[in-house]
C-alpha cells in the first residue's frame, strides 16, 4: 500500500490468450483498489502487443477499461512503453507471468533496470527472483 501513495501508477495487465476471464476480472479488481490510493493509474493492456493505454482517475472509471488481447505473451514492448513514457511512475505488472520473453536479455535487462519500481502481481507462475516486490493472488 505505502509504495502506491503517488500521483501516477503504470499498471500492466496481460490480456494474452493463457490469462481466463476470472483472472481478467481479478486484474480489473486490482486497478480499482490502486485507483481508490492513486491520483492517476494508466492501463496498458498487453498480450504480444501494447495496446493503447488508459488512464484512470476515478473508480468508477474502471467500468470503462477496454480490454483487448488474447494473442501470446511477449512484455517487452509493454516495459519498454512504461520505462521510456513514465519513468517516475510506480509499474504494477498483473500477469499469470506465463510470458514467453522473460528470459530474453533484453526483457530481463527492463526488469532489471527498473525491478526497483515493479511490483509484480501473478496468479500463477513466479516472476523472476530479482523482482523483489511481488505479490500472489488467489483468483476467487
Known amino acids: 500500500k505505502e509504495l502506491l501513495k503517488m500521483d501516477k501508477v503504470v499498471v500492466l495487465v496481460d490480456t494474452s490468450g493463457s490469462v481466463n476471464g476470472k483472472e481478467l ?3 480489473i479488481t486490482e486497478v480499482y483498489s490502486i485507483v481508490k490510493d492513486v491520483a492517476e493509474v494508466v492501463v496498458v493492456p498487453w498480450d504480444a502487443t501494447v495496446y493503447e493505454e488508459q488512464v484512470i482517475r476515478r473508480p468508477d472509471d474502471v ?3 477496454k480490454v483487448k488481447g ?3 505473451t511477449v512484455i517487452r514492448p509493454a516495459l519498454e ?3 521510456k513514457k513514465h519513468p517516475d511512475s510506480m509499474i504494477v ?3 499469470d507471468w506465463h510470458i514467453a520473453d522473460l528470459n530474453e536479455p533484453k526483457t530481463e535487462e527492463l526488469l532489471k533496470r527498473n525491478a526497483g ?3 509484480a502481481v501473478t ?3 513466479t ?3 530479482f523482482l523483489r516486490n511481488v505479490v500472489k493472488i488467489e483468483v476467487r
Open 93 to 95: 505488472i498483473l500477469s
Open 70 to 72: 488474447g494473442g501470446g
Open 63 to 65: 467500468k470503462k477499461i
Open 25 to 27: 476480472q481479478q486484474f
Open 127 to 129: 516472476p523472476p527472483e
Open 117 to 119: 519500481r515493479i511490483i
Open 81 to 83: 512503453l512504461a520505462h
Open 123 to 125: 496468479t500463477s507462475a
